[in-house]
């Protein structure tokens, strides 16, 4: 059999067994195990089983995932969430649509001591969206805000996507969350100036403004300051030099959970379901590790990635134009995939193909920034019908709105993310402005 015939054909057995709701980790193991069969026979499959797991998983650099994991799950249960909305609420408040700009504010902070875009929708969405109703906005906007808002968990560092992006590509994971800044923020930004716009075009889904007197904003100011110094605290430390990434998630997790016994929101029940939601998320990671593992081994074998950088070069097309054509299959693949079985499915593939492209940057700068390109278009896939993962989450808070309007409010949203990710693919510096003052 041709090797990129087989290459599609694992592909196709991987998604028939998604869509017969196989678990991801076990379609792409099965699908891989397959692969590995047919083309070099069992005793090398099992040679292989015997070490792969193993070679995975002594990397010092996965045990960032759990803490951050369990730093974020502090920060649910401890009650962070209402103090970010009620200060964004008082900041913005007063502007048409400011309720809806307060959740956007409130899920890029939250996302600063998260680390994942669901938790971040979820946690924000089951404070803002009563809030945003209450005060006669449409469950259109609403939903679609924080399901739009809950993706800056995954682009405001930390940020788990970036770190298996690293460790994938052995890139250095504090440059890379100093290159998600900037773009993190511009995101922020573009969602407040969508909604900003949208509340104008379309009348009718939010109040004019709510007034909020300025005693409010010093009040609930207090209730921040713990937060921005957990934020300072460990990325002060990560990009000093003061302590590695999985040391500086470790102290964030430890700071998040004292500020949650200081502010009385911690039990011995919610301590134990932090540390259980954690082992939960860590396990399905790592499953999906294994299962992405094996099926890109049965890749390698079928040389596919050489032959697509071969067929990629006969083209001649101009090196953007191979990134952008990269991003928009990252765009339709997110539309039927989680992003997490997508980095871990097809960086392996692309990765070594965008290295090799004359794009005029040195080979680290590069890597950060097709991985900054990756990380906005994989967000993308959260929100974007037909799967929308975050808007199924939010949807599933606010049962009362259809899921067909949800839809039809991040609309506004994706404009945006187009828009910054055309940015950032002409424009790199501004993903690696911030890079090049580190050491």
């Not at 909305?85 to 996302?111: E, H, P, Q, T």
């Not at 889904?205 to 937060?227: F, M």
């Not at 919610?270 to 540390?275: C, D, H, P, R, T």
Request: with cysteine; net charge neutral; charged share 10%.
């Amino acid at each position: 059999m041709n090797p990129l015939t087989l290459a599609l054909l694992l592909f196709v057995v991987m998604l028939v067994l998604m869509a017969a709701r196989v678990p991801i980790a076990v379609a792409m193991f099965a699908a891989g195990f397959i692969g590995y069969l047919l083309q070099a026979g069992w005793l090398p499959v099992a040679a292989h089983l015997k070490t792969y797991a193993y070679a995975r998983f002594s990397s010092y650099d996965l045990s960032v995932i759990p803490l951050f994991l369990l730093m974020g799950q502090f920060a649910t249960q401890g009650g962070l969430s209402r103090a970010l909305f009620k200060f964004a609420a008082a900041l913005l408040g007063n502007f048409r649509g400011g309720l809806a700009m307060a959740s956007v504010v409130a899920c890029a902070a939250f996302g600063s001591v998260c680390g994942s875009s669901i938790a971040t929708a979820a946690t924000i969405g089951s404070v803002a969206l009563p809030e945003m109703k209450r005060h006669g906005y449409s469950g259109r906007l609403a939903t679609a805000t924080v399901a739009a808002g809950g993706t800056l968990g995954i682009m405001i560092p930390p940020s788990v996507i970036l770190v298996v992006y690293a460790i994938l590509t052995e890139q250095n994971i504090a440059k890379l969350f100093a290159a998600a800044l900037i773009p993190g923020l511009i995101a922020m930004l573009g969602y407040i100036v969508a909604i900003g716009i949208y509340v104008r075009l379309v009348p009718g889904h939010a109040p004019e403004h709510d007034n909020v007197s300025r005693g409010d904003l010093w009040d609930s100011a207090k209730g921040v300051w713990p937060i921005a110094a957990i934020f300072f605290l460990v990325f002060g430390g990560i990009y000093g030099g003061v302590f590695t990434p999985a040391e500086g998630a470790a102290v964030g997790a430890a700071a998040t959970f004292v500020t949650a016994i200081a502010r009385g929101e911690m039990t011995w029940a919610k301590f134990g379901q932090s540390f259980f939601s954690t082992a939960e998320a860590s396990a399905m990671i790592f499953m999906i590790f294994l299962g992405a593992d094996m099926l890109n081994s049965a890749l390698a074998l079928t040389q596919a990635p050489n032959e697509l950088a071969a067929a990629v070069g006969a083209l001649n097309w101009p090196p953007l134009a191979v990134v952008a054509a990269i991003l928009v299959f990252y765009v339709l693949l997110g539309c039927v995939m989680d992003e997490l079985s997508m980095i871990l499915l097809t960086i392996p593939i692309f990765f070594p193909l965008v290295i090799g492209l004359d794009l005029g940057l040195p080979t680290e700068e590069k890597a950060i920034w097709f991985g900054i390109l990756v990380l906005m278009v994989v967000e993308i896939g959260l929100i974007a019908p037909p799967v929308g993962l975050n808007v199924y989450v939010v949807n599933g808070i606010d049962k009362e709105t259809p899921i067909a309007e949800s839809y039809r409010g991040v609309l506004p949203f994706l404009v945006s993310d187009f828009i910054r990710t055309t940015l950032l693919l002409l424009f790199p510096v501004l993903s690696l402005y911030l890079i090049r003052f580190m050491r």
